[in-house]
C-alpha cells in the first residue's frame, strides 16, 4: 500500500510558475514509476508527466512539453512538477499517482492515487 499527498495547488496568474510536491509514504517509492495527471471541470483526467523509479527517463504530454518538469528524490520519498508559463488551460485539479511499469501513461497502469491538488490560473 501506497499512500500519496500532493501539495502546492493554488492561484496563479497566467504566465507563472508553480511547483507541485507529492509525498509517498507505506511501500518502497523507489519501485515505482511515479506519474501526474490532471482533470478539468467536466473533462476526463488526462496524463501530464511521468517519471521512472530511478528518475533517469521521463515523458510528457504534448500540451505540457517543455513548460511542465517532473522530477523526483527517492530519499525523501516526493515527487515534483514544476510548472512553468502556466495558462488558464492548465487549471484543472492535478494528481500523482505510483504505477508499476516502466513509463506509464494510462491511469489504469497506475494502482495508487492521491487526492489532488487544485491548480488555478487566471487571465
Known amino acids: 500500500q501506497v499512500q500519496l499527498v500532493e501539495s502546492g495547488g493554488g492561484l496563479v496568474q497566467a504566465g507563472g510558475s508553480q511547483r507541485l510536491s507529492c509525498a509517498a509514504s507505506?511501500?518502497?517509492?523507489?519501485?515505482?514509476?511515479m506519474g501526474w495527471f490532471r482533470q478539468a471541470p467536466g473533462k476526463e483526467r488526462e496524463f501530464a508527466a511521468v517519471?521512472?523509479?530511478?528518475?533517469?527517463?521521463?515523458y510528457y504530454a504534448d500540451s505540457v512539453l517543455g513548460r511542465f518538469t517532473i522530477s523526483r528524490d527517492n530519499a525523501k520519498n516526493t515527487v515534483y512538477l514544476q510548472m512553468n508559463s502556466l495558462k488558464p488551460e492548465d487549471t484543472a485539479v492535478y494528481y500523482c499517482?505510483?504505477?508499476?511499469?516502466?513509463?506509464?501513461?494510462?491511469?489504469?497502469?497506475?494502482?495508487?492515487w492521491g487526492q489532488g491538488t487544485q491548480v488555478t490560473v487566471s487571465s
Open positions: 499517482a505510483a504505477g508499476g511499469a516502466l513509463l506509464p501513461i494510462r491511469t489504469s497502469e497506475y494502482a495508487y
Open positions: 517519471i521512472t523509479r530511478s528518475g533517469d527517463g521521463t
Open positions: 507505506g511501500r518502497a517509492f523507489s519501485s515505482y514509476a
